[in-house]
């Protein structure tokens, strides 16, 4: 329950270069190639630059499509050193946070004037 949203979420290993596995990184490719968004998290403390303003691996950001929004989150954020970097800035020490995450990944999935409609949803099944 996200929100409100009831979400899934699917956790894929952290991937950086040095992985050399390639069944994690098959796997972890199908999960972010089927997603409807991708959050994407990276240490406060990293300095990395890529996709999204932060490091990503290169085979996961190419099966990514470029219609799937990326949502970027920054943890450990009590521990700084990312201060003017893009992403929601998240502790899990002292909650920091955590409200953010939840309204930007709901928002991105049902947008606000989506929530604020007061006619009925119509759902469909693929």
Do not use: K, N, Y
């Amino acid at each position: 329950d996200l929100g409100g949203l009831v979400v899934r979420w699917v956790d894929t290993p952290g991937m950086d270069d040095a992985v050399d596995d390639d069944d994690a990184v098959m796997i972890a490719a199908e999960m972010v190639r089927r997603a409807d968004l991708v959050v994407h998290c990276v240490d406060a403390g990293e300095q990395e630059r890529g996709i999204a303003g932060v490091g990503m691996d290169a085979r996961l950001a190419e099966a990514i499509s470029p219609t799937t929004p990326i949502v970027v989150v920054r943890t450990r954020a009590d521990r700084g050193g990312d201060a003017g970097l893009e992403g929601i800035r998240t502790s899990s020490l002292d909650g920091s946070g955590l409200g953010d995450l939840v309204s930007g990944v709901r928002d991105v999935l049902v947008p606000p004037a989506v929530l604020g409609d007061r006619r009925p949803w119509r759902f469909w099944a693929d």
